[in-house]
């Protein structure tokens, strides 16, 4: 294990060496003979043969040189803890390597480095992310159940998605049907930061214009049963009651009011549901859809619709092909182009 230990300690230094090298090519070249030693014991290991070379005794006696002469007692009590050290060296290098390799496959499958709590991951685009439900076990079982999800999502990198595959009845496509235009899906949280960044950003670039872009709202719920954004479920029941009765009103006006209109105060009104109660949020939404056009009667039916069977089965039903069939950790999550999107739009 020294001799493995002293090869990636080597390894790290490299870079370090090749600079000072340039200033005193001596260094380079000492630095160069010890490192094919060391790299010439691995691979012997490696290769299940017994290291010939003295390497793993010669970094010893050089550490414990000078221990010898003053103190040689202490000589074979230190030369156990160089080995121990060794050990400790290797294991916490493979440890680290496949980290990062589980980190990269996270980050290309799901959009972020670590699985069960997405937001720690300073790597993570522009997003909101859902919290896995937490795994009973030790560190060792959660780790190894990341790599378990990360396999079984694997095969999504290589897939090619096509967002007519996760639409649900009924929908509207925003700013009308564009006749001869690919279709988009777009998975939003109606109260997450990153989604009105996101749709400002697909509205500048004029891409509902180019796409036929189908609105999906899916408040992230944490594993307590709450939601992570206030008024976003309820929104949400709002939107989709609207769609039963006009969709093209409920895509079109009632989720573009959200993330593009202010109060008198300048304020957007995404940041004004976050910040109400449930009631008055409630009338806000109920004074919208006077505003939009719809009648005593049909308001009424639409306020009876958001706690109905239908509207509660359709949310259910987002749930589960956001989670189980897209694996989105990340919102808002994009389908265009064949190929699944994490985070806001750019």
């Known amino acids: 294990m020294v001799c493995i230990a002293a090869f990636i300690i080597l390894a790290l230094l490299s870079i370090f060496v090749a600079a000072l090298s340039i200033f005193n090519r001596d260094i380079g070249r000492r630095y160069w003979q010890t490192f094919k030693k060391a790299w010439g014991c691995v691979w012997k290991k490696l290769r299940l043969q017994k290291c010939e070379t003295s390497f793993k005794d010669d970094i010893k006696n050089s550490m414990l040189r000078k221990v010898v002469l003053k103190k040689p007692a202490l000589v074979k009590p230190l030369s156990t803890l160089i080995e121990i050290g060794a050990v400790l060296i290797v294991v916490i290098t493979v440890w680290a390597l496949l980290t990062a390799i589980k980190s990269l496959l996270a980050l290309q499958v799901f959009g972020t480095c670590n699985v069960l709590h997405p937001s720690a991951c300073s790597l993570t685009s522009d997003t909101c992310s859902i919290e896995a439900e937490p795994i009973q076990g030790n560190f060792i079982q959660r780790w190894f159940s990341e790599w378990q999800e990360i396999f079984a999502a694997l095969p999504d990198s290589f897939e090619t998605w096509h967002a007519e595959d996760y639409l649900t009845e009924p929908y509207a496509i925003v700013q009308g049907h564009k006749p001869d235009k690919p279709l988009a899906l777009d998975i939003l949280d109606p109260m997450c930061a990153a989604c009105i960044r996101s749709y400002r950003h697909q509205l500048d670039a004029g891409f509902f214009e180019d796409y036929n872009t189908v609105m999906i709202l899916y408040p992230i719920k944490l594993s307590d049963g709450t939601y992570k954004y206030p008024n976003s479920e309820l ?112």
């Open 235 to 346: 929104f949400t029941r709002y939107f989709y009651a609207t769609s039963f009765i006009n969709p093209q009103v409920a895509t079109d006006q009632l989720l573009h009011k959200l993330f593009t209109d202010t109060n008198a105060d300048g304020i957007n009104y995404q940041t004004i549901f976050t910040q109400l109660d449930p009631l008055a949020a409630e009338a806000l939404l109920q004074s919208w859809l006077h505003e939009f056009g719809f009648s005593d009667t049909e308001v009424t039916e639409i306020i009876s619709l958001t706690s109905s069977e239908q509207v509660l089965y359709l949310i259910q039903d987002v749930s589960n092909i956001v989670e189980q069939k897209i694996h989105a950790k990340n919102i808002p999550t994009l389908i265009y182009k064949g190929k699944k999107h994490h985070g806001a739009f750019q």
